[in-house]
């Protein structure tokens, strides 16, 4: 019979605002097995956590409850305490009476009646725990990072000087991201090239840095510290060794009519390609798609004119596998579609672009050598209308409930080079809010606004109608002068929203790491741990955690480096005692649990066995310990309940449901 | 018959197989059951026509452990059981040699009851090798008529085929018996309301004397040892409380074999209380299909059940809830 302790936290009026602690104490004393119960102000105090170890110690307690917060919280403390105290960590459960019963009611009775029920769960639970003890495990040391936009190359850098290997993995056959697609950064107006390029050479130079470009993360398996990855290098059809990056195969390719990725479709590249002047790595691959050999199988002209040899038709998709300790997901974001937003006429009329399209247009590598024009007929535009919150902070579902962080600022930015550049130029700007909440950020609007002669207008625009002149009417309303606005454009720009990379959610899904409604990935914890996945050796880096600017980027990759290399820096790791393990006498050998196992820690033995004075050799599933990460898949899986996981086993499970039944 | 039972002997003569498994003459004409023959001699009692539904799959469990292969006698639907138990590991391929038998539908003695047709002497058009359509009932009322497929099991209305999706050899001819759509009675309960389908499922489960004969034929209940009656669990003193029966027996029961039941009917043919069981199974089935793409256990050998395997194009468990 165990000797069990409940201790009942007032969380200061977290809980005893809402739950009546000391009757929960009360009610404890009559639960089986109980032999002492206690409420106290706050439990995770140091007078809290000698309260616990005392009363281990004076009434020889076997086995403690703590009714306090999410176990997320101070689980670890709770057994960090009764550890000290002499009692087996495992020994120890926690009902939490917070976040499940007091936030999130307001009558007292019901609450307290809740609380009892739950702490009379974790007593049942507690009834049948046993002592368990932690193994370790290796760390290999070695960190992956997904995405070569800037917050990987930051996380890779900062990793690397710490003296670790890092493997960037990006899809595309350029690391750059989109930092390398816009044309000047606010809010020092600085060219986005000029700072990012120096950190792509050094990336690309970094001793300690490997980079798998046009490469895809396939499958994942293992957990923290031991990742086994499998990387698909996609066929370049270009030899990375032999190419000198001359470019000729470009120029000469015949085949130049593929819409340009990098110029967001404004205009085309060849089938051999770079995607842009600054490339790292400079070696172009072959679009095979868009290539007439490989279409047609007549062509060879790359070839012909390749003074290195280095183009090879015949190159295959290759698999790499590597073992890592740690993974950062930097995958970054598009803007959405507009399909859902035919209001604003982006599908009918060329001169209504995106932003992240006038980046191009802007910029002097651009579809229009950074000529302002328009798209349809080369036209200098005398009038441009901007749309801020095109699928941001929208409340249908045709576009995102988010802000998305970016917008105000880059829009600042565009008005503000437009009117420096083309003074002649009037630029108009309709808003639902600025958001400017950056260092020196509002100072920079202003400056749109005081300096530049921005025409900055309160409200939104619910249509633009391309005229036959080519012109565009737009029709939106000022809300501080409480008018309607027909305006003529020559030009429309939409500050369109972000949303994570849509390759995420497959990443994620091998990674076990949750992503949210909006596909961004979730953090350990909002404020506390806003850069670990809640899936352990798992960092989060970038926007595929939520909007941010560049700034605000490099800051998170650069704290998503230092937690995976405190990670990294650790020899061994504390490896889970919860895990689960086979009745060699119930088991019969179904395989539903090697099916379901992510972890590839299930086998199966021929094993002879004496079932009750019947002997025989039977099929049976064996654990790898040092495998099993406790998630139970099996448990549920097994048919004949022959799995069971330690510390969660199928009879305390069932015992708490009895005790909340009873 | 005389076809399977002449290859049975050939089978056991020149040592192929150590024991034949079969059916076994009733002692009324319509209740054969399964049996074991191990000489020529005893054949002379076994028999094969449309009272044989019992699914043999399951034997091949204990037989896959005794000396020597056994022939063992399956139609072409209890060949999914089969193959849904090989890729279960519970029975031998090798241990086996199977005879993919014939099968025109299977008769149900309480469908032909149900007509009012008692007294039975003997019947006439139940061998496989009969071509025609209607039953001749020889009664202590007299000579009673019905159609075939009026006395037909609820499983051979919607039969999977005439197909054996496994076999040594095929022996006898086979027909496609469907004439029903498969989930048309689970989509009627699903169009019930709550409160409708709750006293259905009271009234139907409600009769269950818990004999467990559908869990003893169930091939998917192959377990060495069942939840049920592992002191493990605490489950066995909870098969006591009052209206576990109704509650909970047969709602864990479907859950432990939904993915791997192949809707072989056995567990409705064989229940005492007439409770159609099968339509829990049937119900699984069916929303597996709708969410994960058709799907039928013990089809092929390789496919991973869509409830033990995961792929990217599984739905979403919002998906599944809005369901309701």
Redesign the interface.
């Known amino acids: 019979m165990q000797r069990i302790g409940v201790f009942v936290c007032h969380c200061g009026s977290n809980i005893a605002a809402t739950v009546d602690v000391s009757k929960v104490a009360e009610m404890a004393l009559m639960e089986p097995g109980v032999a002492h119960a206690e409420d106290y102000q706050y439990m995770c105090s140091e007078a809290g956590q000698a309260k616990i170890a005392a009363a281990i110690q004076e009434k020889g307690l076997t086995g403690i409850v703590v009714c306090s917060c999410s176990p997320r919280m101070h689980e670890a403390t709770f057994r960090k305490a009764a550890e000290r105290a002499g009692l087996n960590p495992y020994m120890v459960e926690i009902a939490n009476i917070r976040e499940h019963c007091s936030w999130i009611h307001k009558d007292m009775e019901e609450a307290t009646k809740k609380a009892v029920i739950l702490m009379r769960a974790a007593v049942a639970k507690v009834n049948l725990n046993t002592p368990l003890q932690a193994g370790e495990s290796r760390v290999t040391k070695r960190a992956l990072v997904i995405g070569g936009g800037i917050a990987g190359i930051q996380t890779a850098l900062d990793i690397a000087d710490a003296g670790y290997e890092v493997d960037i993995v990006e899809k595309t056959p350029s690391i750059g991201g989109r930092m390398s697609q816009l044309d000047k950064t606010f809010p020092t107006l600085d060219c986005s090239a000029c700072i990012l390029t120096p950190k792509m050479v050094e990336a690309s130079a970094h001793e300690k840095i490997t980079i798998y470009t046009y490469s895809e993360v396939e499958k994942v398996s293992g957990f923290v510290g031991d990742f086994t990855v499998d990387i698909r290098r996609k066929a370049r059809s270009v030899d990375m060794n032999k190419c000198t990056g001359c470019g000729v195969c470009q120029e000469k390719c015949p085949s130049k009519k593929a819409p340009s990725e990098f110029n967001r479709g404004l205009n085309t590249r060849s089938a051999i390609y770079t995607p842009f002047a600054q490339a790292i790595p400079n070696v172009p691959v072959i679009d095979r798609e868009a290539c007439i050999k490989f279409r047609t199988g007549k062509c060879g002209v790359c070839s012909k004119v390749c003074q290195a040899g280095a183009i090879d038709y015949e190159q295959k998709d290759e698999i790499i596998t590597e073992k890592y300790g740690a993974i950062v997901v930097a995958t970054g974001f598009d803007t959405i579609k507009l399909d859902r937003y035919d209001e604003y006429a982006y599908s009918q009329s060329k001169d209504v672009i995106t932003s992240l399209e006038l980046e191009r247009v802007m910029n002097a590598a651009g579809p229009t050598h950074g000529h302002l024009e328009r798209l349809s007929d080369g036209k200098a535009p005398k009038e441009i209308v901007f749309i801020q919150c095109v699928g941001s902070r929208c409340a249908d579902d045709r576009g995102k409930p988010y802000c998305s962080k970016i917008c105000c600022m880059y829009t600042a930015k565009h008005a503000m080079l437009i009117r420096d550049k083309y003074p002649d130029v009037n630029v108009t700007v309709f808003y639902i809010d600025v958001r400017t909440p950056g260092k020196n950020f509002d100072e920079f609007y202003r400056r749109a606004v005081e300096q530049y002669g921005v025409n900055y207008i309160k409200g939104q625009v619910g249509k633009v109608i391309p005229k036959p002149d080519g012109k565009l009417l737009v029709q939106g309303s000022d809300l501080l002068d409480n008018r309607q606005i027909l305006k003529e454009a020559d030009m429309v720009v939409l500050a369109t929203a972000i949303e994570p990379n849509p390759d995420v959610r497959k990443i994620a899904t091998m990674l076990t790491a949750s992503i949210d409604t909006n596909n961004f990935l979730t953090e350990a914890h909002a404020k506390l741990r806003p850069v670990e996945s809640p899936t352990a050796g798992i960092f989060l880096s970038g926007v595929c955690q939520g909007p941010k600017d560049i700034p605000e980027t490099v800051a998170q990759a650069g704290a998503a480096a230092v937690k995976a290399i405190g990670l990294l820096a650790k020899d061994k790791l504390m490896t889970n005692p919860c895990t689960a393990h086979s009745d060699e006498l119930l088991c019969n050998g179904c395989s539903s649990c090697e099916n379901v196992c992510p972890y590839g820690a299930i086998t199966y033995e021929d094993k002879e066995v004496n079932d009750h004075g019947i002997r025989e050799t039977r099929r049976i599933a064996v654990v790898n310990n040092a495998l099993c990460q406790g998630c139970g898949a099996c448990t549920v899986a097994c048919p004949s309940g022959a799995m069971d996981l330690q510390g969660f086993s199928n009879r305390q499970i069932i015992a708490e449901v009895d005790a909340i039944c009873r | 018959m005389q076809e399977l039972i002449n290859r049975a002997k050939e089978l056991l003569a020149d040592g192929t197989v150590a024991r034949v498994l079969g059916w076994k003459a009733g002692d009324l004409p319509y209740n054969p059951e399964p049996a074991y023959f191990e000489t020529a001699e005893a054949l002379e009692d076994f028999v094969y026509n449309g009272f044989c539904g019992a699914n043999l799959s399951k034997y091949m469990i204990e037989a896959s452990?005794m000396e020597g292969k056994t022939m063992v006698c399956l139609k072409p639907c209890d060949t999914y059981s089969f193959m849904q138990l090989i890729?279960?590991?519970?029975v031998d391929r090798e241990k086996a040699y199977i005879a993919g038998v014939g099968c025109k539908g299977k008769l149900d003695i309480e469908k032909i009851r149900a007509r009012g047709i008692r007294g039975i002497e003997s019947i006439e058009g139940a061998e496989l090798t009969d071509d025609a359509e209607t039953l001749k009932i020889q009664t202590i009322y007299g000579e009673k008529s019905l159609a075939y497929a009026d006395g037909m099991l609820e499983r051979c209305h919607v039969c999977k085929g005439k197909e054996h999706v496994i076999f040594d050899e095929q022996i006898g001819e086979s027909k496609e018996t469907k004439d029903a759509e498969r989930f048309g009675e689970v989509e009627r309960i699903e169009s019930l309301s709550p409160e409708e389908k709750f006293s259905y499922f009271q009234s139907e489960l409600g009769k269950c004397i818990r004999c467990n004969a559908c869990r003893n034929v169930c091939p998917a209940c192959?377990?060495?040892?069942?939840?049920f009656d592992?002191n493990?669990?605490?489950?066995s003193q909870k098969a006591n409380v009052d209206s576990f029966e109704e509650k909970m027996f047969h709602i864990i029961r479907a859950f432990?074999?939904a993915g791997?039941c192949t809707d072989c009917g056995e567990c409705s043919r064989v229940c005492p209380q007439g409770i159609p069981l099968h339509l829990f199974n049937r119900k699984f089935i069916k929303d597996i299909d709708e969410l994960y793409g058709e799907y039928q256990a013990g089809a092929d050998i390789d496919s991973?059940?869509p409830l033990?395997?995961y792929t990217?194009e599984d739905a979403e468990p919002s998906i599944v809830g809005k369901r309701g």
Do not use: G, L, M
């Not at chain 2, 890729?87 to 519970?90: C, I, M, S, Y």
């Not at chain 2, 493990?232 to 489950?235: A, I, M, V």
């Open positions: 452990k890729k279960e590991h519970r192959s377990c060495r040892k069942c939840v592992s493990k669990f605490d489950s432990h074999v791997r991973k059940a033990t395997d990217f």
